[in-house]
């Protein structure tokens, strides 16, 4: 039976062994974890109830763990999703985490890395979700300066805010015509609304919170992703490719900026030619 403050955690692996392995070892950490072996049967449970986080094998019956990540990722933007995958290419990775996954684990994987990139994960939820009930809570009562109060607190340090958004939390303008409405998890070029996954929000977010500074790779991957990321972080450069090609395609005055050997900058119009973006 599932305790008051319990975590509650869906694993979705058509694998038995493994699936009973992962329940065993996440039950002895005191979690409540619920389980499916296929896709539609994890979609069921999914709709039935609340998950803190889903454990999300890519292969397999029925529906695949890729539509069901974008199904899901449709009704919920910010449960957070990891994948549990046995194909080693770039590409498949990437596209899990397109789709709005927020981790990948290639098979095999060791259970203590994995019980870790849970433990982020949550983290990393209970954060966001704290920053934002901030967010939609104080800027309502006080105007402008608890915007921006509400803002810093989330890690967000705007140019400028500029109201309430539909939710009550600030609508904030941080970088030229680039707006991110913090408590809907949206964001717009003027009235134009861009498409963004959740980590192509959070990237946005991170570079607006520097004011025009730069953000180190290692600070990007550990406060987007929560922890230092292992291996090859070409995902951040995915992610940041993905996001200049949407700002582009809006029109946007807002540009990324790579500065060589460092990492990425926000700036409010396109930087000068002599600095590179890779």
Not at 61 to 79: K, T, V, Y
Not at 93 to 109: N, R
Not at 213 to 232: C, H, I, N, S
Request: charged share 30%.
């Amino acid at each position: 039976m599932e305790q008051a403050g319990q975590k509650n955690i869906l694993i979705v692996e058509d694998e038995a062994v493994l699936r009973k392995t992962l329940q065993y070892n996440l039950e002895k950490e005191g979690y409540a974890v619920e389980t499916a072996s296929e896709g539609y049967e994890a979609l069921e449970r999914f709709e039935k109830r609340s998950f803190d986080l889903i454990l999300l094998d890519v292969m397999l019956p029925g529906l695949s763990g890729f539509e069901l990540c974008q199904i899901i990722r449709r009704q919920d933007r910010a449960l957070p999703i990891i994948l549990l995958t046995a194909r080693r290419d770039e590409l498949d990775k990437v596209a899990g985490l397109d789709l709005g996954a927020d981790d990948y684990v290639t098979k095999p994987f060791s259970l203590r890395e994995l019980m870790a990139r849970i433990r982020a994960a949550l983290r990393r939820s209970a954060a966001m979700a704290e920053a934002d009930t901030v967010a939609r809570a104080e800027p309502a009562a006080a105007g402008p300066d608890a915007a921006r109060a509400a803002a810093a607190a989330a890690g967000v340090a705007p140019v400028t805010a500029t109201g309430a958004g539909r939710a009550g939390g600030p609508v904030l303008e941080v970088a030229g015509d680039l707006v991110l409405d913090v408590s809907r998890h949206e964001a717009r070029i003027g009235r134009q609304a861009l498409t963004t996954s959740r980590k192509e929000f959070d990237l946005l977010r991170l570079l607006a919170a520097s004011s025009g500074a730069v953000v180190t790779r290692q600070l990007a991957m550990e406060k987007v992703w929560g922890y230092d990321f292992p291996g090859d972080d070409r995902t951040l450069d995915v992610h940041i490719a993905w996001l200049r090609q949407k700002l582009a395609k809006a029109g946007a005055t807002a540009r990324i900026t790579t500065v060589r050997g460092v990492g990425y900058r926000l700036d409010a119009e396109a930087p000068p030619k002599d600095e590179t973006r890779a």
